[in-house]
């Protein structure tokens, strides 16, 4: 009796089981519709108060920042989060301090420079940038409040030592951060667009980068 053995790639046995980075397993998970819009920097000018004016306008940019599609790649720990209902990404990982992944099962190896679709599998894609990877351990976001969020961010002895002036750039031209409006198939985009965000950005420092409490 003759023996056939198949190679099979490991991206396509992950994806048959379900277990490819970035997508979970083959659970079926809720999603909730897409965020909708984000108001406006007009929006605001009804708040006489300026730093009133400028807590508001953060909070609204706010559920663009904790939407799963940034919050999964800020976590708690070093191990990234996945899904609309951020659950521990599978199989687990851990960034380390590189933010690249582990020697041997870093992050590109299945995340590529672009979304890729999956055929045949309740996973619609494969979620990918040319410039993936896990925010740094002094950027974690989840479990924090609004006003911790916001106070981390303009730190530079946490944020990359960007000022913010470099911040508004980063918010409306990085292309990880704009990514998340086009996510793939398969996941939520958080609401507005990433222009609008930067405005939002832009004017929250034009009234004082205030944090709210």
């Not at 809720?30 to 108001?39: Q, R």
């Not at 951060?177 to 667009?193: D, F, L």
């Amino acid at each position: 009796m003759i023996k056939r053995i198949f190679a099979i790639p490991l991206v396509a046995v992950l994806a048959a089981t379900g277990i490819v980075a970035g997508m979970g397993s083959l659970q079926s998970y809720a999603e909730p519709s897409d965020g909708g819009a984000l108001k406006s920097v007009s929006d605001f000018e009804a708040i006489a108060d300026t730093s009133a004016r400028s807590k508001a306008i953060f909070e609204e940019a706010s559920r663009v920042m904790t939407h799963p599609r940034c919050i999964n790649c800020h976590p708690a720990t070093r191990s990234p989060t996945q899904g609309e209902d951020m659950h521990p990404h599978v199989p687990l990982m851990n960034a380390s301090e590189s933010s690249l992944g582990p020697a041997g099962l870093v992050c590109s190896t299945c995340h590529g420079a672009e979304n890729r679709p999956v055929v045949g599998s309740r996973m619609k894609s494969i979620p990918g940038n040319a410039h993936w990877s896990l925010a740094p351990a002094s950027m974690a976001w989840q479990g924090l409040t609004l006003g911790e969020i916001c106070r981390q961010v303009k730190d530079t002895s946490r944020n990359g030592n960007r000022s913010l002036a470099d911040l508004i750039r980063h918010m409306g031209e990085d292309h990880l951060v704009g990514w998340a409006w086009h996510p793939g198939e398969g996941r939520s985009a958080p609401p507005g667009s990433q222009e609008t965000f930067a405005a939002l950005i832009d004017a929250w420092v034009s009234t004082g980068a205030e944090c709210p409490d």
